[in-house]
């Protein structure tokens, strides 16, 4: 089953830089394009000058792509709505009016529960994660090695520990981790 995601870029009306934006969601874009190449039913682009959407044709493999667009965009922070049936935009919008950053749908009403109630504990997590966190998240992503990744910072292992902790990285992988078991869990169900 498919996995349509739409995102939107947070407070994109009011950046300081705003001739930024499109340049940086447009590399989002080609970079997702690229990492889930093997996965892509419907190419990412840019809507409305300020959000991406796409769609995988695996789901399960949607919540690594939100925190890799959420990595690719960072610092900004986006809103995202993941829907297995139905609309990635409506579910963006639940997520804006219920201010998460993060909203499944089509998993049935208590999957949906189930996984947004687990989304809303990550999305402090993540809103809170400062610039230089990100950035040790970003590059960690991109390395087989914590060593080759602290080497790109110009950092020790240790001190790359720590901003790792204070992105609070592992329990963020495991929640993306735990989600996308749920779902080949119910994915599995519905074959």
Known sequence: MHGLIYADVIGSKQLENPETLAPALGEAVRQLNRLFAPAIAAPFEVAYDDALHGALTDAVQAPLCVSVLRELIAPLQVRVGVALDGSAEDAFVAAWHADR????????????????????????????????????????RRHETRAAAAAELGIDETALAKLLDDAHWREVEDADATIAAYLAIVLDDRT
């Not at 999957?111 to 999305?123: E, P, Q, T």
């Open 101 to 140: 950053l993060v909203r499944y749908s089509g998993t049935g009403e208590a999957g949906d529960l189930l996984l947004n109630a687990f989304c809303a504990l990550v999305d402090p997590v993540v809103r809170a994660r400062g610039e230089a966190e990100w950035k040790a998240v970003r590059t960690v």
